[in-house]
Nanobody, 129 residues
Framework: QLQLVESGGGLVQPGESLRLSCTAS????????IGWFRQAPGKEREGVGCIGNTGASRNHAPSVKGRFTIDRDNAKNTVYLQMDSLKPEDTGVYYC??????????????????????WGQGTQVTVSS
């Protein structure tokens, strides 16, 4: 069974950090571009960023650039979302997704949601004092 599983969510205070993990089971992530998305209550899903299959290409949404970093360890079949300087508006369910879409250049356009083939079930991140 092909699955993506997110982990690492939780409740933190503003200014703190979290690292989310996205791990694949049943297939290798090595050939896939991975995207991170989030959805806050009552809001539309928002793209957070993406990373190409080798890690050479990646991009982050303007709302998180400089605070969040996407990275990957293909040997561990895992992609990470490091979130620093968290704000209450970062609260939401965070999802990872995999696509065979190939990223071009060092700062590529990230695929849209419907361009992804597999999705995880999500992990809750709550930023509150």
């Amino acid at each position: 069974q092909l699955q993506l599983v997110e982990s690492g969510g939780g409740l933190v205070q503003p200014g703190e950090s979290l690292r989310l993990s996205c791990t694949a089971s049943g297939f290798s992530l090595n050939s896939y571009t991975i995207g991170w998305f989030r959805q806050a209550p009552g809001k539309e899903r928002e793209g957070v960023g993406c990373i190409g299959n080798t890690g050479a290409s990646r991009n982050h949404a303007p709302s998180v650039k400089g605070r969040f970093t996407i990275d990957r360890d293909n040997a561990k079949n895992t992609v990470y979302l490091q979130m620093d300087s968290l704000k209450p508006e970062d609260t939401g369910v965070y999802y990872c997704a995999a696509t065979t879409f190939v990223l071009l250049g060092p700062f590529p356009r990230c695929p849209m949601g419907d361009e992804y083939n597999f999705w995880g079930q999500g992990t809750q991140v709550t930023v509150s004092s």
